[in-house]
């Protein structure tokens, strides 16, 4: 069965730590994995997109790292800020379909706190 | 900033009454999507578009219905609201896809609650 797996489900951080979450994935065949970022009663925003022969890939503060062979993702943000206060969302997609299919993780919500 | 607009963004409605969520985008998108999401949990597909007059059903059932008369517009009608449509539902819009690699764009969402 296709899935994606997010940890933690919450986590609380001070503004200027660092922090780093974790996905892991079954899809098959895999296509590409998204990170994204969705605000408090706002649609997600797309932070990063990997296919399987990049490990890494960087938006500003924000860090993806894929690992294909393990089937592992991880977003690491550097140095936080109180906007970074939203849930993250992994999001894979596979090549089994002509629509792309997606298939989401539940997201893991961060707050940043002053 | 994505060009993808949903109205209203607030909604609370009576059980049995009927309501349209409205989607536009202006990227001249081929696909769209409609999404349901629950606090707390994924995304689910529930209705999908490949283009003018082109609608299929996602993966999560769904009594809402949609169309696609008009590339920029894809509306969700609900003929009759029940508390169990209580969620949040995102429009989103993507080009033509490659294999799977595309972009996907969304909008801000609409809150549903019946009463």
């Known amino acids: 069965k296709n899935q994606v797996e997010q940890s933690p489900q919450s986590l609380i951080i001070l503004e200027g730590k660092n922090c780093t979450l974790q996905?892991?994935?079954?899809?098959?065949?895999?296509?590409?994995l998204r990170w994204y970022k969705q605000d408090t009663g706002r649609g997600p925003v797309s932070l990063t997109i990997?296919?399987?022969?990049?490990n890494t890939k960087s938006n500003g503060r924000y860090t993806a790292t894929l690992d294909a062979d393990t089937k592992q993702s991880s977003l690491h943000i550097t140095a936080s800020q109180l906007s970074d206060s939203a849930s993250y969302i992994c999001?894979?997609?596979?090549?089994?379909?002509?629509?792309?299919?997606?298939?989401f993780g539940r997201g893991t919500q961060l707050t940043v706190w002053p | 900033e994505a060009d993808i607009y949903q109205t209203p963004r607030y909604l609370v409605i009576g059980t049995g009454k009927k309501i349209t969520l409205e989607c536009s985008q202006t990227?001249?998108?081929?696909?769209m999507y409609w999404y349901q999401q629950d606090p707390g949990m994924e995304l689910h597909l529930i209705h999908y578009?490949?283009?003018?007059?082109?609608?299929e059903k996602g993966d999560l059932s769904s009594e809402s219905t949609v169309s696609r008369i008009r590339t920029e517009h894809f509306p969700l009608t609900l003929e009759s609201a029940r508390p169990s449509h209580t969620s949040q539902y995102l429009c989103?819009?993507?080009?033509?896809?490659?294999?799977?690699?595309?972009?996907?764009?969304f909008g801000p969402g609409t809150r549903l609650t019946v009463t």
């Open positions: 989103a819009s993507s080009e033509q896809d490659l294999g799977g690699f595309y972009e996907q764009y």
């Open positions: 996905c892991n994935y079954t899809v098959s065949p895999f296509s590409n």
């Open positions: 990997m296919t399987f022969s990049e």
């Open positions: 999001v894979v997609s596979d090549r089994g379909s002509t629509l792309g299919r997606l298939y």
């Open positions: 990227m001249g998108h081929d696909k």
């Open positions: 578009s490949y283009g003018v007059n082109s609608t």
